[in-house]
């Protein structure tokens, strides 16, 4: 059973930073690209950033680049999101998947419960 276990989320003033942890269990975490997504009230779940199996590639959502940065551990099983400069447009919770990396939701297997994200104005 793979489970991914989101955390690092809360409340910060817009300008702010935040980095979100996924720890992941189950399957060999070196074999598989990871993903953030996000969600926020009313909205669909939309992509913010991937990283592939081996690190080498990453992949941002126009709205976050330069902002937001993916990156992997793999002796610790764990994908990290550091964000900053955090806006109040970012508020949503944030989910982690483990598949291949990309945007489209289907490219993924396996997702988190999410970690609440809110960024106050």
């Known amino acids: 059973q793979v489970h991914l276990v989101e955390s690092g989320g809360g409340l910060v003033q817009a300008g702010g930073s935040l980095r979100l942890s996924c720890v992941a269990s189950g399957r060999t975490f070196s074999n598989h690209g990871m993903g953030w997504f996000r969600q926020a009230p009313g909205k669909g779940r939309e992509f913010v950033a991937a990283i592939s199996w081996n690190g080498y590639n990453t992949y941002y959502e126009d709205s976050v680049k330069g902002r937001f940065t993916i990156s992997r551990d793999d002796a610790k099983s764990t994908v990290y999101l550091q964000m900053n400069s955090l806006e109040p447009e970012d508020t949503a919770v944030y989910y982690c998947?483990?598949?291949?990396?990309?945007?489209?939701?289907?490219?993924?297997?396996?997702w988190g419960q999410g970690t609440q994200v809110t960024v106050s104005s």
């Open positions: 998947a483990s598949g291949r990396a990309g945007w489209a939701h289907s490219m993924y297997d396996y």
